[in-house]
C-alpha cells in the first residue's frame, strides 16, 4: 500500500456478537486515522485463535470483558500502534477493560524488560515513561535489563534510583510479574503485540491486514 506506513492496520481487534444459536465474530481494523472498516469473521479467522475452555477457566484474568495488549519494550510495532491503541482503548464501552501487560517469560528475548515494566508500574510511573523506554531500547540502543545501563537511564529521567530498587524487591512487583508470567505462559504468548479478548481469544496485529 503506496504511501501508507509500514504497519498499515494499526490494529485488530475482536468480539463475541451472539444471534440465536449462532456465533459471529466481528473484527475492527484500526489505521492511524481511526476506523477504517468492520469485516466480517472470515477475513480474520488466521489472526484469531480461540482459547480451550479448560484455559479459560483457569485464567488469571478477572474480567470477562476485556481487552487485554501483550506488549514489549523492545517491540516496535508496539512502539507505532501506541497512539491508536490508547484511542481505541477510549472507545470501549464502560462495562469493558483495558490493560497492558508486557511479555513475561524466561526464554524469550522480548520478555526481558518485563521487570523494569513491573517495577515502573508499581511506582506509577509507567505509563508516563513508556515512550522514554521504547526510545531507550530501540532507538538508543540502551539494555534496560542492565543494571549499570539501568541506573543511567533512571537517572536521566528523574527517576530515583534507590526507590526504583527498592519497590522492584517488593512483594507488589514480584505479584504483578507472576501474573504477566501466568497470562504469557497460559496464552502461549511468544510475540507481540498481541491482543487477549475476553479471555476467550488471542488477537495478531500483522503488518499483513
Not at 10 to 23: G, Q, Y
Not at 63 to 88: P, Q, T
Request: glycine share 4%; with cysteine; charged share 25%.
Amino acid at each position: 500500500m503506496e504511501g501508507k506506513p509500514s504497519i498499515y492496520f494499526s490494529a485488530i481487534f475482536a468480539s463475541l456478537v451472539s444471534n440465536e444459536d449462532k456465533t459471529y465474530y466481528r473484527c475492527w481494523l484500526y489505521v492511524s486515522g481511526g476506523v477504517n472498516f468492520v469485516a466480517d469473521y472470515r477475513a480474520v479467522l488466521s489472526a484469531l485463535r480461540e482459547i480451550d475452555s479448560a484455559i479459560v477457566a483457569s485464567s488469571p484474568i478477572k474480567h470477562d470483558s476485556s481487552i487485554i495488549e501483550v506488549m514489549s519494550y523492545g517491540c516496535h510495532y508496539c512502539a507505532s500502534n501506541e497512539e491508536d491503541i490508547e484511542k481505541f482503548a477510549g472507545t470501549l464501552p464502560a462495562e469493558s477493560t483495558f490493560e497492558v501487560i508486557h511479555i513475561t517469560a524466561e526464554r524469550n528475548g522480548l520478555a526481558i524488560y518485563a521487570p523494569v515494566f513491573a517495577t515502573l508500574e508499581v511506582m506509577g510511573l509507567e505509563r508516563q515513561m513508556r515512550d522514554q523506554a521504547f526510545n531507550a531500547v530501540m532507538t538508543r540502543g540502551i539494555n534496560l535489563a542492565d543494571d549499570e545501563a539501568l541506573n543511567g537511564w533512571l537517572k536521566k529521567n528523574n527517576i530515583d534510583v534507590e526507590k526504583y530498587h527498592q519497590v522492584r524487591q517488593s512483594k507488589a512487583v514480584t505479584e504483578r510479574l507472576e501474573y504477566m508470567a501466568k497470562i504469557t505462559e497460559l496464552y502461549d504468548i511468544n510475540a507481540t503485540p498481541l491482543f487477549i479478548v475476553n479471555k476467550k481469544y488471542v488477537v495478531a496485529k500483522d503488518r499483513q491486514f
